[in-house]
C-alpha cells in the first residue's frame, strides 16, 4: 500500500519529442507528488510537484498530469534536450506524525538523442 | 547558501569493517533523512532526526545500523560490521521545517569488497 509504481524503467526519446513517464500509487493518503532529476553522481533535484486537489502543473517544458480517481499521475517533457537526459523519480508524500514521508518509485533512466 | 554536504563521496571497507558517513545539512535546516539507494532502484527511507532526536527509523534494518543528529556537528549514519549487501549510495537530505521540501546531498557511495 505504501508503494509508488513507475514505468518505464527506461526512455529513449528523440530530441524535439515528448518524453512520458507514469506513475501509479495505491494509498489515498498521500497528499503531495514530487518528482526528481537525477543525474549520474548527483543527488536528486526536486523538478516539479502537484498536489491531489491540483489535475495539471506546467513549469515551462515539463507538465505533470494527476488523475486522483485513478490514482495515477504523469511526467510529461516537451520539447525534450539531450541535456534532460537522467534518471526520473516520481515520489507520493503524506503526513507521517507531523512531517512528510516520501515513497519513491524505482525509477525511469531517459535518454534524448540528437 | 551551501546545499547539502556530505561525505566522504565514496568509501570503500572490506567486510567486517565500520562505516560512517556524515551529513551537514543546508544552512537553516534542522530536520534530516537518510535514503538508501541500491543500484537500479530508487530511493529507501531509512531514518528521520531532528536534532538530537530521531523521530522515524521505521526503515533503518534493526541490526548494525544507527544514526545520530548531535546538537553541534553533521548528523552520522554508522554501519557497523558491513556486508556485501551494505553496498549502494547513501543519500542526506534536509528540509527546514518537518513538512518541507527535502532537498538532497550529493551521496555517498559506499563499496564492502
Known amino acids: 500500500q505504501q508503494q509508488v509504481k513507475q514505468s518505464p524503467q527506461s526512455l529513449i526519446v528523440q530530441k524535439g519529442g515528448i518524453s512520458i513517464i507514469n506513475c501509479a500509487y495505491e494509498?489515498?493518503?498521500?497528499?503531495?507528488f514530487p518528482w526528481y532529476q537525477q543525474f549520474p553522481g548527483k543527488g536528486p533535484a526536486l523538478l516539479i510537484a502537484?498536489?491531489?486537489?491540483?489535475s495539471e502543473k506546467k513549469e515551462g517544458r515539463f507538465t505533470i498530469s494527476f488523475n486522483k480517481s485513478a490514482k495515477q499521475f504523469s511526467l510529461h517533457i516537451m520539447d525534450s534536450q539531450p541535456g534532460d537526459s537522467a534518471t526520473y523519480f516520481c515520489a507520493a508524500s503524506m503526513n507521517s506524525g507531523g512531517y512528510q514521508k516520501v515513497t519513491f518509485g524505482t525509477g525511469t533512466k531517459l535518454q534524448v538523442i540528437p | 547558501n551551501a546545499g547539502v554536504m556530505q561525505n566522504p563521496r565514496h568509501l570503500v571497507r572490506r567486510r567486517g569493517q565500520e562505516a560512517r558517513l556524515r551529513c551537514s545539512p543546508m544552512k537553516g535546516h534542522s530536520h534530516v533523512y537518510w535514503y538508501r539507494q541500491l543500484p537500479e532502484e530508487g530511493l529507501k527511507f531509512m531514518v528521520y532526526l531532528q536534532k538530537e532526536n530521531i523521530i522515524d527509523e521505521s526503515g533503518m534494518p534493526k541490526e548494525r545500523f544507527s544514526a545520530e543528529f548531535p546538537k553541534e556537528g553533521p548528523s552520522i549514519l554508522r554501519i557497523q560490521q558491513v556486508v556485501r549487501g551494505d553496498s549502494a549510495a547513501y543519500f542526506c537530505?534536509?528540509?527546514?521545517?518537518?513538512?518541507?521540501?527535502?532537498?538532497f546531498g550529493p551521496g555517498t557511495r559506499l563499496t564492502v569488497l
Open positions: 502537484i498536489r491531489p486537489d491540483v
Open positions: 494509498n489515498t493518503a498521500f497528499d503531495y
Open positions: 537530505a534536509s528540509s527546514p521545517i518537518s513538512a518541507g521540501t527535502q532537498y
